[in-house]
């Protein structure tokens, strides 16, 4: 996850509750604060930090863009596969459960995301959907014109991240131009 100046801290606790409380909780939880953040971001942080212990929080002076934050914060993740979040995202309780056992299930997936439903001001109140295609001949012809994955679902291989060159600093695409770089490398 990247936090920087503009996220909400109130939707970033929202955001880390839903991690925290996952059926399936994670091991380790990567925050990389890009740039200068505000004391009641940094509060958040910190709270979650004392309290649940695995949080590996990175702290970079300058704001360097989203690419280049997730790239630094991957080469902290110890584990296998690495959940991706916004810090104003809430995922829903059992989304780490279901993705690992499906994981599990296929191991030859290296890169697995889910729909969404957005809101603006009330998680209660959807305002829309954002719904991708499931199945690798669909995302194959989908990614031509759009994004097939929406970015705040995925859980991938880190491994398989990093021989596709992990991400790069493309403002606003560094999401769409690593899954075509993860699709050419199979």
Not at 128 to 134: G, L, Y
Not at 178 to 186: E, V
Request: with cysteine.
């Amino acid at each position: 996850m990247s936090v920087y100046r503009h996220d909400n801290p109130t939707w970033l606790r929202l955001a880390l509750d839903s991690i925290y409380n996952q059926s399936l909780p994670p091991k380790e939880v990567v925050i990389v604060q890009d740039g200068f953040i505000s004391h009641d971001l940094s509060a958040v942080i910190n709270d979650f930090a004392f309290e649940k212990k695995n949080i590996i929080s990175l702290i970079k002076p300058q704001n360097q863009g989203l690419g280049l934050a997730l790239r630094d914060g991957l080469s902290y993740v110890s584990t296998k596969w690495v959940a991706r979040m916004d810090a104003d995202d809430i995922s829903l309780l059992d989304r780490f459960e279901k993705q690992i056992k499906y994981l599990k299930r296929y191991p030859n997936v290296d890169l697995l995301g889910g729909q969404i439903c957005e809101f603006k001001n009330n998680p209660c109140k959807v305002i829309s959907q954002r719904i991708v295609p499931i199945d690798k001949n669909s995302i194959s012809k989908f990614i031509k014109w759009r994004n097939p994955f929406n970015h705040m679902t995925v859980m991938m291989k880190v491994e398989a991240v990093k021989r596709a060159g992990n991400y790069c600093n493309i403002k606003g695409f560094e999401d769409y131009d690593l899954w075509n770089r993860m699709l050419a490398t199979g």
